[in-house]
């Protein structure tokens, strides 16, 4: 998949609109992580709902501590899948996208 570079810009373009904040998810941590509202917002649902039924024990929230380090990791994937989804749809469309789709 070779995409030209203004096609690439506009992936780009896409995925920093799309992607996730990193400064959003951590506030969403902060305030809100016994809810484990960050990783809803990453798109994490399933271990979001698992997150919250063992915050009733100590175990869940430890996880929703050390989840402070692996936001940015989380960040990072989600970008990427949206990269990825946006580099397929510029190479369906034969290195045609804009900015508008």
Known sequence: MSLSPQDRLV?????QNEGPNLIVAYLLWFFLGLLSAHRFYLGRPKSAILQIVL???IIGL???LFD????????RE???????KYT????AHGGSL???Q
């Not at 402070?68 to 960040?75: E, K, W």
């Not at 989600?78 to 990825?84: C, S, V, Y």
Request: glycine share 4%.
């Open 62 to 64: 430890l996880w929703t």
């Open 55 to 57: 915050n009733i024990c």
């Open 98 to 100: 804009t900015a508008s």
């Open 88 to 91: 397929r749809q510029a190479a």
């Open 11 to 15: 992936v780009e373009m896409q995925v």
């Open 68 to 75: 402070v380090f692996l936001i940015s990791g989380m960040a």
């Open 78 to 84: 989600k970008r990427e899948q949206l990269r990825q």
